[in-house]
């Protein structure tokens, strides 16, 4: 294993935390360390194939999970601090514009680790609520699902031979969880 990348210009990341791998193989990463409200200058970053490094938002609070949209014209960012999901559109040149709140939720913590199906259902683990909440393409709560572990799921993952099992990872009590999608219930 080598180091990929150590920093962007002549500064150091704040602490990398979570990335996301486009289809041709762009890499999406979030800088989160320390930012919050108090200090809203989390980033996100996407690494070209080619090697460019690009930063697309200066300004996160406390920028963590991230996952494209099936088409990839959408990256979605969880921003624990500001307990949201934000949606950055891309323009044509790749560059956002119009950066926007996709949800806002609530909580000690907030939103952590995030997937999507192919029918655009944003999937987020919230870090101290249990549950993964699951929301429709235009916003829309629609589902929940709630940790028989503990109250820190953290991560989300989707696999299975028909791409129907959800994967969680809970981390108070360092299991790990799975849970059918076919059997999934509106909230």
Known sequence: ???????????????????HIATGGDVYFTDQGQTGLHDPLGRVYRLTS??????????GISPNGLVLDPGERVLFVAMTRDNAVWRLPFMKDGSVSKVGRFCTMFGASGPDGMTMDQLGRLFVAHASLGHVFVFAP???????IKS????SCTNVAIGGRNRNRLYITESA??????????ELKAV
């Not at 150590?6 to 979570?18: A, Q, T």
């Open 148 to 151: 028989c572990a503990g109250n």
């Open 138 to 144: 235009n916003g829309e709560l629609i589902a929940r």
């Open 50 to 59: 080619s090697g460019r490094l690009d930063c697309l938002l200066n300004t």
């Open 1 to 19: 294993m080598s180091p990929l990348l150590r920093s962007r210009n002549s500064e150091s990341f704040r602490g990398c935390n979570d990335l």
């Open 173 to 182: 009590t360092g299991t790990i969880l799975v849970a059918n999608l076919d």
